[in-house]
């Protein structure tokens, strides 16, 4: 397996645009996580998915963010309208088992909002 | 918010030193896992202790935890400049109604000189 996939690795838009951020776990695993790191924060959880069902989304930090989980192979974590804040690196990460196993991460997107 | 914190914040010692990275957690825990970061890259798990084990080994990695104390230490032994990167440690929350959250400290940067 290639292991987790996201895509694009670097985004730069403008502020009020449409941001998607896509991800690709690797197969078989029921558990997937998308992550915002920032060097003020560090590495926060804003969502993650079961089965592709949302679990906890306590995360999130307002309305302008979005996840969907269509299929198992497939994520897409969406800001708009998008502002300078939001700029960071977002992982997604999967894992067979919760937090009770190790989880894989991609290689991050990295989101500069200007 | 974030769960753990880890000390110090950064290290930097000579290759073929021995590396400590110490991590406090705030709640119970289920378990307890250590991860590595490269530069610009995802994170990379290195090793999950469970809260009824004290220790563990992973090559050159040896993972203590304290339950009582609410604390883990990571240990690299005969460090090599390949293992600089961000150490991290993460936990899972007992108590969080069967949640799979896992959340992770803020980091140890830890530079080996060659």
């Known amino acids: 397996d290639a292991g987790v996939i996201q895509s694009p690795r670097h985004e730069v838009t403008e502020m009020g645009q449409e941001v998607t951020l896509r991800c690709k776990p690797i197969?078989?695993?029921?558990?997937l996580f998308w992550y915002r790191q920032t060097m003020m924060r560090g590495l926060e959880l804003l969502i993650y998915?079961?089965?592709?069902?949302?679990?906890?989304d306590s995360g999130m930090p307002e309305d302008r963010f979005s996840a969907k989980m269509p299929n198992a192979s497939f994520s897409t974590l969406k800001i708009q309208p998008s502002e300078p804040r939001d700029s960071a690196v977002y992982f997604c990460?999967?894992?067979?088992?919760?937090?009770?196993?190790?989880?894989?991460f991609g290689q991050g997107t990295r989101l500069t909002v200007v | 918010s974030q769960q753990g914190e880890e000390d110090p914040q950064a290290l930097s010692i000579q290759e073929g030193e021995n590396a400590t990275m110490n991590c406090s957690y705030k709640?119970?825990?289920?378990?307890l896992q250590w991860y590595r970061q490269n530069s610009g890259r995802g994170l990379v798990h290195l090793i999950l202790?469970?809260?009824?084990?004290r220790e563990k080994h992973s090559g050159r990695l040896r993972v203590t935890l304290d339950t009582s104390k609410k604390s883990s230490s990571l240990l690299i032994t005969a460090s090599r400049a390949a293992d600089t990167a961000s150490y991290f440690c993460?936990?899972?929350?007992?108590?969080?109604?069967?949640?799979?959250?896992?959340?992770f400290g803020t980091g140890t940067k830890l530079q080996v000189i060659p």
């Open positions: 993460a936990t899972d929350d007992q108590y969080s109604g069967g949640y799979q959250k896992v959340t």
């Open positions: 998915f079961n089965n592709n069902v949302p679990i906890d």
């Open positions: 990460a999967s894992s067979d088992g919760g937090a009770s196993t190790e989880a894989f």
């Open positions: 197969s078989g695993h029921d558990y």
């Open positions: 709640t119970s825990i289920n378990n």
């Open positions: 202790i469970r809260s009824n084990e």
